[in-house]
């Protein structure tokens, strides 16, 4: 009886020591997991990036695809003189922050059309595309060796009255937009000059990770709405250009649902000229630039 008892005894010993040494496991395996969320969703990798443009219409968002924007509705007219900025990104709202899961560095050397210039790949400075004047308007740049093709998009385009809004920026000029925000928050809300910056980021993109820097980016408005925001998706322009502007060797390079492959929200008014080859393909898988470029190693 005593020799069974003791050996019942040992065998519950055992028993709770390896039920102790599974709980440990199970905790172990919810704290990684957890740490490993926390880390992609306030980690380094929470990236926020923008670009300002020509138009008065500020766009802010709350960081999801298909975030609330306000904007000011600016007549076209009016727009186009002034200044403002595309909200991207943004990781002001933390925990609704799209996740940068994605970030591929291009390899040096990387043809014109296809240079990569994101939050992650910042133009090298010394990048000096040829540059001519939309229609004769110098505030209007665009690459030479792709401004035909632009013209050509916007000529076929023409029942939907698209125009173009921002093309090329300088680095120069978005030095400024993105300095005069960060002074606007540190005066408004009394942020130090780091904190500023932050800030400032998610709603004007820091120099130099701005896509219109190549001078192969275009904002287009669409005729009968003026505003560059997130409801140009139901306009018939937008539908004509997702089937259309492969052809002329521009792709959405902001698609939705992509936001954490791009590191910028969906932007339904903005092209980039790749070339017709990779913008077939890319239009085609609905894929970004990015995913693009990454499986095919340029
Ligand atoms: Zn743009």
């Known amino acids: 009886m005593n020799n069974n008892n003791e050996i019942q005894k040992k065998r519950r010993r055992h028993m709770r020591r390896g039920t102790k040494l599974f709980v440990y496991a199970v905790v172990l395996l919810i704290a990684l997991a957890v740490v490993s969320i926390g880390f992609r969703m306030f980690g380094p990798v929470n990236m926020s990036s923008s670009e300002v443009g020509n138009i008065t219409t500020s766009i802010t968002t709350t960081g999801t695809a298909t975030s609330d924007t306000t904007t000011a509705g600016t007549p076209e007219s009016s727009a186009l003189n002034s200044t403002a900025a595309e909200t991207t990104t943004g990781s002001k709202t933390g925990s609704s922050a799209p996740l940068v899961s994605n970030r591929y560095i291009q390899p040096a050397g990387a043809e014109w059309n296809i240079k990569l210039v994101n939050p992650w790949n910042p133009i090298d400075t010394k990048y000096s595309p040829p540059l001519v004047a939309y229609n004769g308007d110098k505030t209007k740049m665009f690459d030479s060796r792709a401004i035909d093709k632009l013209k050509a998009l916007i000529a076929a385009g023409k029942q939907y009255k698209i125009s173009v809004a921002s093309l090329y920026r300088s680095i120069q000029l978005q030095t400024d937009l993105f300095e005069k925000e960060v002074k606007k928050v540190m005066s408004n809300q009394g942020k130090s000059r ?79 000229y790749v070339g017709e080859e990779a913008a077939r393909e890319i239009m085609l898988r609905r894929i970004t630039l990015e995913e693009y470029l990454q499986e095919k190693g340029k």
């Not at 932050?198 to 505003?227: K, M, N, Q």
């Not at 502007?245 to 936001?259: S, T, V």
């Open 194 to 272: 780091a904190e500023a910056e932050t800030i400032a980021a998610t709603v004007v993109a820091r120099p130099i990770t701005s896509e219109h820097h190549l001078g192969l980016a275009a904002d287009l408005l669409f005729g009968g709405y003026p505003a560059l925001d997130q409801s140009n998706e139901n306009t018939p322009a937008y539908k004509w250009l997702q089937e259309h502007c492969a052809d002329y060797g521009f792709i959405l390079r902001y698609p939705k649902d992509k936001e954490d492959v791009t590191g910028v929200i969906f932007e339904p008014w903005h092209y980039r």
